[in-house]
């Protein structure tokens, strides 16, 4: 079944959807798997619902991440070139050629070793948390925790300077959620222009890091461009440091709106990598995968792509779909099927998962086992979020902690 091009494209994105994306999504898949929309910009798209068709088609090699495989209309970000030549956009032999200078950096046996300096940065930014506590009787555990954690390990790891750090996680914050068009664009050039300079200094005063490796592999090797350099030091120290941030927030409000589960996890630790998993199915930040473009027509559901469309795979939709999971709309750290799509599948599986593992886990344990008596200073209802289509995360998290509740020293 085909779309009748002469039909406005419905537009699924509005109020509704910023309340309770979940429940849009499953009127959407009660519909059907594939449906023609346009994106709040306009851009039309095909949205995939069933968790069936989303897991197939993320490990379909007919289904391209490289724009220049559009041809309809994509906009996406105005990004630069320098910016866009990453691993997003690349298929196949580039898409392995770039990951594999990189890899060697995320392995679990290397991410095994950070184990202690991601330990030490979480309990800095717990003492900062408890600080803020005792000065202002609650805090933002966004603020205070979520979003400095990553970067700080994502950017000690690429030794970008510290004072350095929080401007670069304002602009990526600015770039996923603009106010609008113009700021989007000054954000995007701060970004390469920033980008440019930190690989001039390491280029002037190189080390033994992953990013001085990056720059030896295209100077004295030539085994990537100056634009891939570039693209893929913005893509890892975006995307590793944003969605982490975004997991440990929503992971913090799943968990303090399910006080019986919660107490249950503080007294058995040892059940903390299930209830990760099922935070990384229910709470997930990112709501589609990286948008596609089929090489050939396709058909999903019954339903005609036409090639070179632009295909979205709902991520939220297939953790939320009944015919995979039951009661998905539960969340149960006991489910019996820990299977999610949360960090990928098939080529472009997340190259740092180890690593936001790593980071989810110790942050958690360190919050829940530590702080014992930290509540919402809200109902959960009450909660703040920033919702696109491509992601949902609180845009703040005030908790506070019980009276004479016990904490320990970090």
């Not at 929503?250 to 007294?267: C, F, I, K």
Request: aromatic fraction near 6%; charged fraction near 25%.
């Amino acid at each position: 079944m085909a779309h009748d091009s002469t039909t406005p494209l419905p537009q699924p994105f509005g109020s509704d959807f910023q309340t309770d994306p979940y429940s849009v999504f499953a009127q959407l898949r009660e519909k059907g798997s594939a449906h023609r929309i346009a994106l709040p910009d306009g851009s039309p798209v095909w949205l995939v619902t069933h968790e069936c068709d989303v897991r197939r088609g993320l490990a379909d090699p007919r289904f391209s991440v490289d724009k220049q495989r559009s041809g309809s209309g994509f906009k996406g970000f105005s990004l630069p070139p320098a910016l866009d030549a990453n691993l997003l956009n690349m298929d196949a032999d580039d898409h392995l050629r770039l990951r594999r200078l990189v890899a060697q950096g995320f392995t679990p046996r290397h991410v095994d070793g950070m184990r202690s300096h991601i330990q030490r940065a979480v309990d800095t930014f717990l003492h900062q948390l408890l600080k803020r506590m005792d000065t202002d009787g609650q805090a933002d555990l966004v603020a205070e925790f979520a979003k400095p954690l990553p970067l700080k390990v994502i950017g000690d790891l690429f030794v970008v300077p510290a004072e350095e750090q929080g401007q670069f996680s304002e602009w990526i914050s600015g770039m996923l959620a603009p106010t609008s068009r113009q700021d989007l664009i000054q954000t995007i050039g701060s970004i390469h222009r920033y980008l440019v300079d930190l690989l001039a200094r390491r280029r002037a005063n190189p080390g033994d890091d992953i990013l001085s490796g990056l720059i030896a592999a295209r100077d004295e090797t030539d085994q990537l461009t100056e634009d891939e350099l570039v693209s893929l030091t913005f893509l890892i120290l975006g995307a590793a440091s944003e969605n982490v941030q975004h997991q440990i927030s929503n992971a913090m409000v799943t968990l303090l709106d399910h006080p019986d589960q919660l107490s249950e996890l503080r007294g058995k630790p040892e059940l903390l990598p299930a209830a990760i998993e099922e935070l990384l199915r229910y709470a997930h930040p990112n709501l589609s995968a990286i948008r596609r473009f089929p090489t050939e027509p396709v058909d999903i559901g019954g339903v005609h792509i036409p090639a070179g469309d632009t295909v979205l795979f709902s991520l939220a939709s297939a953790h939320r779909d009944p015919a995979r999971y039951p009661q998905p709309d539960r969340f149960d750290m006991h489910r019996a099927d820990k299977g999610h799509l949360a960090l990928g599948h098939g080529l472009h599986y997340c190259l740092g998962a180890a690593l936001a593992r790593t980071q989810l886990t110790l942050a958690l344990d360190a919050l829940l086992r530590l702080l014992p008596g930290m509540r919402l200073a809200s109902a959960p209802e009450d909660v703040r979020w920033t919702t696109t289509f491509r992601f949902r995360a609180p845009r703040e998290l005030t908790v506070v902690l019980d009276p004479g509740s016990p904490t320990a020293t970090p």
